[in-house]
Each structure stands twice: as structure tokens, then as C-alpha cells.
């Protein structure tokens, strides 16, 4: 009961025969907390720790290989979670101010910045706005109840950084045309914070950009469109173009990695139970196979467009 120095265990563990230095305990350890000072802060203590075990490993039934493999894929999981909330926190603390980014070569960019596209009203007409064609609108269809309430919201793919966010508008849509937009972003549909306010002049017809070079992969982009000219009470856009880059590997979501942790714990314990359950393998071969079944040809491949609900698009 106590502090144990991690490096100072691994310094014994090196210079002491692994036979004498580990014995078989009956009893199973009891709550631990693991933390880092100063000095060791940014080392995977806890993976060389592991990584040590594996490779000196002991009989026992309490410590076996695939409870510690899966010791690490936990900590691993945890970890990336962690990281994500601690990201999302911090975003909040920080102020609306927008940092630019140096420019990205056009052959850095992505093809697809968006999961899907959602609107205020009229969601049929989505389509138009990315259709690339300038006689085609997608026009708003206001509630009595908030006859001015208009918006576009992007549903952006995980880790892709914005550089540039347009709208197409048209003069002679008179009273449809868009006056006083505001641009929104934030890692979740409730926390949109604004970016930029933009009044789009009265004359002009063709691209309008709205932001440009964000620094922060946004999960949600949101455009309110606060009034129209003339004093409408409704809105035409006639398209959306957004071009971004990646700028990073994409963090799991809570859901994917509780998933992933669930699948890697049945699969540590399958292979546990197989050496005392020899009969549990043509049982679990016969369950798939009748499972897998029923599924469509090319269901699991990466290009099926068929994905779970609870996990993220990514």
C-alpha cells in the first residue's frame, strides 16, 4: 500500500531474474490511480508497463495475455474520449475570435467536407443548393410562428478544416435575396457560437464568400439569415460551396469507441474461453455464418453506403 515509482519498477524488473522478481498472488490488486509528474508528462508509462508484462509473462489464471491486450485497448480508448471532451471544453473557455491559417495547396483539399446538409424548412429543395446550377434555388417556407427564422446548417465530416465557405445569391430575386446573414459554428447543434456577421450587397449577383481559412475542425456550420431585401419575409439561396482539407486523423465519437471497446472485450474473452470450452469455436463459427447470411452482398465492405446508426458517419 502506497506510491510505486513506475520507472524505478521497470529499473528492478531489468536487473532481477522476471522468475523471482514476479510470483504467482492469489489475490487480485485492489483500486490504483496512475498519474504523471512533470517530468515523465507526454510517456506511455501505462504502455510500457504492459508492453514489459507481455514480454515476461507468467502463468496465471488472474493476469492472462488477452485481459492485459485488452487492459491497453482500454486505456487507448479512454484516452482518445478524453482527449475529444477536453478539446470540446476548451473551445468553449476560448473567445469568438477566429485565427487564420497559412494557405493549403489545392491539391491538399478534400472533395467531400460535409456528411449532409440540413435547413430551417423546404428540406425537399436541398439538393439545389448543391447542384451547380445557377437557375436552381433552394427558397425558404417560414412558420407563422417565426416567419423570419431561415438557416443552413453543414453537418461537416470529422476533422476537416474549412478554407473557404460561399453562397451563390442573385439580384433579381428582389425581395428574396438575402440582406444580413450570420455565420455559427461549434462541436455540437446547441453550442453554435458566431463567427462573422455579412450584409450581402444589394446589387450583386454570383458568389458571395462568407468565411475563410477557419483553424478549428467545426463538427456543425450553421448560416442564419436574419433578413432579407426589401423586407421579405422569406429566402432564396441558389448554392453552397465549401472547400476545406483534413487536418488530422478524425477522433472517435463516444459511441464508436464504446463499440469498439464492446467488440474488443467479446473477442479477448472468446479467445480466453476457447482452451477450456474447445466446442465453444464451432458453435460461434456457426452462429456467424448464420448471421452473416442474412446480410446483403458487400455490406461490410468500406464503400457501403449501409452504416450503423449509433455509430458516426467516419
Known amino acids: 500500500e502506497g506510491v510505486v515509482d513506475i520507472n524505478y519498477l521497470l529499473h528492478v524488473f531489468q536487473d532481477t531474474d522476471p522468475l ?12 490504483a490511480d496512475v498519474y504523471l509528474d512533470e517530468k515523465s508528462a507526454g510517456t506511455d508509462v501505462w504502455k510500457e508497463l504492459i508492453k514489459f508484462l507481455q514480454n515476461r509473462h ?6 492472462t495475455l488477452p485481459v492485459q491486450s485488452q ?22 473557455e476560448t473567445d469568438t475570435k477566429v485565427v487564420f491559417l497559412d494557405s493549403v495547396d489545392d491539391e491538399e483539399m478534400v472533395t467531400r467536407c460535409y456528411s449532409k446538409i440540413t435547413v430551417s424548412s423546404n428540406e425537399k429543395n436541398i439538393p439545389r443548393l448543391i447542384d451547380g446550377r445557377g437557375d436552381t434555388y433552394w427558397q425558404s417556407n417560414p412558420s407563422p410562428a417565426t416567419p423570419k427564422k431561415h438557416w443552413i446548417r453543414l453537418h461537416m465530416l470529422p476533422g ?17 435575396m438575402p440582406k444580413d446573414l450570420v455565420v455559427l459554428a461549434g462541436y455540437s447543434q446547441a453550442g453554435l457560437r458566431k463567427l ?19 483553424q478549428k475542425d467545426y463538427h456543425y456550420i450553421q448560416i442564419n439569415i436574419r433578413a432579407s431585401h426589401y423586407g421579405g419575409t422569406s429566402t432564396r439561396v441558389r448554392g453552397i460551396f465549401v472547400k476545406g482539407f483534413n487536418s488530422e486523423e478524425p477522433e472517435s465519437s463516444v459511441l464508436d469507441t464504446m463499440a469498439a471497446w464492446y467488440f474488443g472485450l467479446m473477442t479477448s474473452t472468446a479467445k480466453a474461453a476457447m482452451p477450456i470450452a474447445p466446442g465453444l469455436r464451432d458453435d460461434m463459427l ?18 457501403s453506403s449501409v452504416k450503423p446508426e449509433f455509430l458516426s458517419p467516419f
Open 20 to 31: 523471482n522478481a514476479l510470483q504467482l498472488c492469489h489475490i487480485l490488486p485492489g483500486p
Open 58 to 63: 507468467l502463468q496465471s489464471s488472474r493476469l
Open 71 to 92: 487492459i491497453v485497448s482500454m486505456f487507448h480508448n479512454r484516452e482518445k474520449v478524453i482527449n475529444g471532451r477536453y478539446k470540446m471544453y476548451l473551445e468553449k
Open 160 to 176: 476537416v478544416i474549412v478554407k473557404e465557405l460561399a453562397i451563390a445569391v442573385d439580384a433579381t430575386d428582389n425581395s428574396f
Open 196 to 214: 462573422k456577421t455579412i450584409t450581402v450587397p444589394t446589387g450583386l449577383t454570383g458568389k458571395l464568400v462568407l468565411v475563410q481559412n477557419l
Open 286 to 303: 456457426a452462429q456467424s455464418k448464420q448471421e452473416l447470411g442474412c446480410l446483403s452482398p458487400l455490406v461490410l465492405s468500406p464503400t
